[in-house]
């Protein structure tokens, strides 16, 4: 957590990221950097041999500019670990070294190849990386996603698709005191239009909608010729997706003379659970009891790299990661006793998956 390792850093990145793949050669791993331009390098390391692998995912860039150690310096306190990128992802990273370590202290043997996949870019947008996610998981009989859990330790077997659309709306300039009807205001139809944006936010189905940018106009004396809304729109089914991107690509003027134009989509699909999603969690739950826990099951409105990985049909466990609080956040922070149990499930999963 010291090596700092913010999204598009490229310096940072490859610092923190030589610092992992010495770790993962040293547990006897086959490391390969993968540049990615404006990225820093993603790390594929291969553990073992065999015609079938489990893919093992997650991110080492995180949030926090290089200097936030200076105000969210580590610390241990009262079981917990405090940094930052400590619970968004560093500590899952952690487990699955620890789990891989524990697999050839016990000489148990990997029925499967296993690889992992650590990316530069998931907390932006996985520009890079996504296309290598896809190989991958084509390549595997299971995708096994350290990111963090849910709140009481439990998996994430459903998580929601993710889009960014614009909607631009151009009018007709005019003086606004002085001939206001020779205009057509892009303010006043976009205004209109986000009314409409909103009425498709459905909370029974867990569809939202939420337009967080505007901008548009020149002076307060000028009708606007342009203004633009920016739309986050999260979907936890694909028939979603479908339904809301045909409402935002439709959107019709209510005032003729205004022209709307719409750009963007959905870029993370959801994380649905499907049939082998749940067999995947069922054999974790199987596992967890077998040490005495219990193994709660969720979802949630945010997206990861196991959205991209589950949309293929490739069995995908997200939220394996560490218990804890605060991604994002200043009290960001890992339940430091949850570590070896979590670290210990990865291991069982990694040597049980079919």
């Keep these: 957590m010291r090596l700092e390792s913010p999204s598009g850093d490229v310096a940072a990145l490859n610092r923190c990221g030589g610092a992992l793949a010495h770790h993962m050669t040293a547990l006897g791993g086959r490391v390969t950097p993968i540049a990615a331009p404006g990225a820093g390098d993603h790390l594929r ?3 073992g041999t065999g015609e079938s692998q489990v893919l093992v995912l997650g991110h080492f860039d995180t949030v926090w500019p290089v200097g936030q150690l ?65 190989s991958e998981a084509r390549r595997s009989r299971a995708v096994l996603v350290l990111e963090p859990s849910l709140p009481g330790g439990a998996l994430k077997t459903a998580r929601k698709g993710v889009g960014e659309f614009r909607v631009r709306a ?22 209109w239009q986000v009314t409409r944006l909103t009425e498709l936010t459905d909370p029974a189905t867990g569809v939202t909608v939420n337009v967080g940018l505007i901008s548009g106009g020149s002076r307060s004396n000028v009708v606007a010729d342009l203004a633009e809304a920016v739309v986050d729109v ?34 993370r699909p959801p994380l649905e659970r499907t049939s082998q999603v749940a067999a995947l969690f069922d054999l974790a739950a199987v596992i967890a009891a077998d040490m005495g826990r219990t193994l709660a099951e969720g979802a949630t409105g945010g997206g990861s790299d196991g959205n991209f990985t589950a949309a293929l049909g490739i069995p995908t466990l997200d939220g394996l990661g560490a218990e804890g609080d605060g991604a994002h956040a200043l009290h960001e922070h890992v339940l430091v006793e949850s570590l070896a149990f979590r670290a210990a499930l990865v291991a069982g999963l990694i040597l049980n998956v079919k």
């Design 45 to 47: 390391a291969e553990f």
């Design 70 to 134: 200076e105000r969210m310096p580590v610390r241990l306190e009262d079981g917990r670990l405090y940094g930052p990128g400590s619970f968004d992802m560093k500590a899952g990273i952690a487990q699955a070294l620890l789990a891989v370590r524990a697999i050839a202290d016990t000489h148990r043997r990997r029925p499967h190849r296993l690889v992992m996949l650590w990316t530069t870019d998931e907390e932006i947008g996985s520009t890079t990386s996504r296309g290598l996610i896809e």
């Design 170 to 191: 151009n009018g007709i300039a005019s003086h606004a005191g002085v001939d206001p009807t020779r205009g057509a205001s892009a303010i006043h139809e976009l205004a």
């Design 234 to 267: 999260r979907i936890p089914t694909m028939a979603d997706a479908a339904r809301v991107t045909s409402a935002i690509t439709q959107l019709v003027p209510r005032d003729s003379r205004v022209q709307i134009e719409v750009s963007g989509g959905i870029d």
